[in-house]
């Protein structure tokens, strides 16, 4: 079954990346996730995604397209990567969105994924 980890990050999170002094700590943590995921075979897809402020955000309205930029919401976590995973059940999900290193900080969603239209 495909599930999606959805990794939810706070500001601190997000400003760990390009930290010196946290950067490194952050980019493994992360590196060995990923590894541990491709080595097990059930990552199907995955991608970091830049900061929050860098988003657009779009609503179509009464015929109209109303463009925000950043994100909708105003929260404390917001998504931060996602990873594409198959695996046997939901307890197996849960397994692998508990090492995940958004754990530790943020959350982690698991959600799974609609079956492909036929």
Known sequence: ???AILAQESEADFA???DAEAADAYWAAWAG???ALRESGVMDA???LQP???ATTLRARGGSLEVQDGPFADVKEALGGIFLIDVP???AAMEWAARCPAAARGSVEVRPLIPPMQ
């Open 89 to 91: 059940d939901l307890d």
């Open 52 to 54: 929050p402020h860098t």
């Open 1 to 3: 079954m495909q599930y």
């Open 46 to 48: 995955g991608a970091g």
């Open 16 to 18: 760990d990346r390009t």
């Open 33 to 35: 996730y990923v590894a």
